[in-house]
């Protein structure tokens, strides 16, 4: 059963050791990843970004047992579980999925996790474009035309990384 649990990042490793030791079942952990390119001082930089920031997803086998969490609540790195994860099992497996769906070779989120609406306000993740704000004006196909500032442009759907802001 999979729950959402959060993290001390900088604890990571105790805590999937701490698991591993706690219970010995079958353990699976699943965090979705951004690559992002930023330049600073003329270089290009990639950074790798947390798409749940401290929460992470991990498939324990029998946690419906209370006796479970409570063994497990006091490992090192974890904060705590997220509470209602025995309910919402489907729309937990189901997100999980559509991540895996649209990440790519490396383990990365691809531009196509994010849906694109038409009139609504986004922030480039990459490219020269990084941390500006643009709006969508029309959609066609691969291209988009923006407005970046007073600038009318078009640019590549695949080219770039951009969330909803």
Not at 128 to 133: A, E
Request: overall charge positive; some cysteine.
């Amino acid at each position: 059963m999979w729950t959402i649990i959060k993290i001390d990042k900088k604890k990571i490793d105790f805590l999937k050791k701490d698991f591993q030791d706690k219970i010995g079942k079958k353990l699976d952990f699943y965090n979705p990843k951004l690559k992002i390119t930023k330049y600073n001082k003329n270089k290009l930089i990639y950074k790798e970004v947390n798409l749940l920031g401290d929460y992470l997803f991990c498939y324990i086998e029998g946690i419906e047992e209370k006796l479970t969490v409570n063994k497990l609540k006091f490992s090192r790195g974890l904060k705590y579980f997220l509470n209602g994860f025995i309910e919402f099992q489907d729309e937990i497996k189901q997100f999980i999925n559509e991540c895996k769906k649209h990440e790519n070779n490396d383990g990365y989120i691809t531009h196509n996790f994010f849906p694109l609406v038409k009139n609504k306000t986004y922030k480039f993740s990459t490219g020269p474009f990084v941390d500006k704000i643009f709006r969508i004006i029309n959609l066609d196909g691969k291209k988009i035309e923006i407005l970046l500032g007073g600038l009318n442009t078009t640019i590549k759907k695949d080219k770039y990384l951009f969330n909803p802001v």
